[in-house]
Structures are given as C-alpha cells and as structure tokens.
C-alpha cells in the first residue's frame, strides 16, 4: 500500500483534487493482527446422543441445562464447558430391530456356507471351449466382450450385466447374432450385424469383470447398476476401452 499511495495521490491531483493519500504501515499491522485475533477457531465439543422417535423428553435442552446448572460463571471449568464451547446434535443411528436382522443374517451365512456344497461354474460338454474358462454358470456379473476383426486386430468392447447365469445371458446373445430381426438388442449385436453386412471375419473373447450381489427388493440401490456406473463414470473400465454399455436389466432392450 506504502507503493501505492503516490499513484492515487497523482490521479486525484490530475481531476483537480487535492486529497493526499498517506500510508500508516503501524495501522496496518494493527489491523492484520484484528483480523488474525478474529480468525481464531473456537474449540467446541459435540454431544451427540442417538435419535429416537420413541423418547418424548427433550435431550438436547436437558443436557444444555446441566450445563449452565454445574458450570456457572463462578465455577474454575466454566471458560472450557459453557454453551458456547459445548454443543449438541443428534445422531441417526440403525433401530434395534435392524441392529438384530444384520447380527442374525451374518451368523447364519457362516453356517450355510459350511454346508453348502460346491456350486458348479460350467456345465459346458467341452471345457476347452467354455467362453468363460470354467465359469459358464456364474451370476451376476458384469462383463466385457471384445470383438477382434481377423484381418485387421481392430478391437471393439462391449461392458453388459447380468443377475442370471451367464450361460442364459450368453444364449440370448448368440440369438441377436443370428436373428436379424433381434440386431438392435444391444450394441454388440448391431455391431456383429454391420461387420456380417461387410464379410468381415471375427471372433469375440469374454470376460467377467466383476461378480457382485443382485438387486433386493425394497432395497434402494441395485448392486449391479452401481457397479455398472462405477466403471463407467468413475473409470474403472476406461471409457474408451468400451463401446457399449448395457443398462439396468429392466430396462434392456431384449
């Protein structure tokens, strides 16, 4: 500001003023350390007791009372508890009933998976040829083709899901490849079809990207459709590495 001062002064002068800037740098200071006294963060402490439709007294205003109650302004501790550096808020927690469902389920998996037998992953009659290499029957997943053109090695892929077997999955695909009336189903089979248009030679190479649980109902989110959006949006699976995404599979065009 000292800098300043002059080049105001001057253009002041040059309108026919004669008001003098003058720079008081020990005013300056002053006012930086206000600022910086202002700026001080108070230390607070949260009280946060559980929410509760079921409790009619008022916590929060109970609590506050005991304050100002066991902490006057006579008292030693009165500059460290006092309503300015204690606070409350409530807190939403998961009710009782929820609480045991969660603790039931978890103890039942354990011992469903100890007696469960052994899933089969393919039934294929060839294994060698089991597009999925050994995982035929797996549900839900979300999974990638990609489309290799014999000649060239141009690559295209295509990211789907799925809360049925792969297998069923892989049936209704083979289906829109040689149905032409089933091409637009998805992306992938009207991209089979424009290379069929063509006489261009291919072959597609499938992959599970990820397996994860399927969608419940009265359940607000779908495991897959996050999954989905995860990769997508989040980058997961590149969105150039993709040419085609499925949706949600009640919305998928059939």
């Not at 007791?49 to 005991?66: E, G, I, Q």
């Not at 899901?161 to 049936?171: A, D, G």
């Not at 063509?198 to 397996?211: A, T």
């Not at 009265?218 to 995860?230: A, I, N, R």
Request: hydrophobic share 25%.
């Amino acid at each position: 500001m000292g800098e300043t001062a002059p080049i105001y002064t001057e253009a002041l002068k040059r309108s026919g003023f004669n008001q003098n800037f003058k720079f008081n740098k020990d005013k300056e200071e002053n006012n930086k350390n206000k600022e910086d006294r202002k700026k001080r963060s108070r230390k607070i402490t949260w009280f946060n007791p559980p929410f509760s439709y079921s409790v009619s007294t008022n916590v929060a205003k109970t609590f506050l009372s005991m304050i100002d109650r066991d902490f006057p302004k006579t008292n030693k501790l009165h500059k460290i508890f006092n309503r300015n550096t204690v606070k409350v808020s409530y807190s939403c927690m998961p009710n009782v009933n929820l609480t045991i469902q969660n603790h039931n389920k978890k103890l039942l998996q354990q011992h469903r998976n100890e007696k469960a037998p052994t899933e089969t992953t393919c039934n294929c009659r060839q294994k060698e040829n089991c597009p999925l290499k050994g995982h035929y029957l797996t549900k839900c997943i979300v999974y990638k083709a990609t489309v290799t053109e014999t000649k060239t090695n141009k690559q295209e892929t295509y990211v789907g899901l799925t809360e049925n077997t792969f297998k069923t999955r892989f049936n209704q695909h083979k289906s829109s490849f040689k149905l032409e009336h089933k091409k637009a189903s998805t992306s992938l089979s009207e991209h089979i079809w424009a290379l069929k248009d063509k006489d261009i030679d291919y072959k597609i190479e499938w992959q599970i990207l990820k397996k994860t649980r399927p969608y419940m109902p009265g359940k607000k989110t779908c495991p897959l459709c996050l999954e989905m959006c995860g990769r997508r949006f989040f980058r997961i699976v590149r969105i150039e590495e993709s040419s085609g995404y499925r949706t949600h599979p009640r919305r998928l065009r059939w």
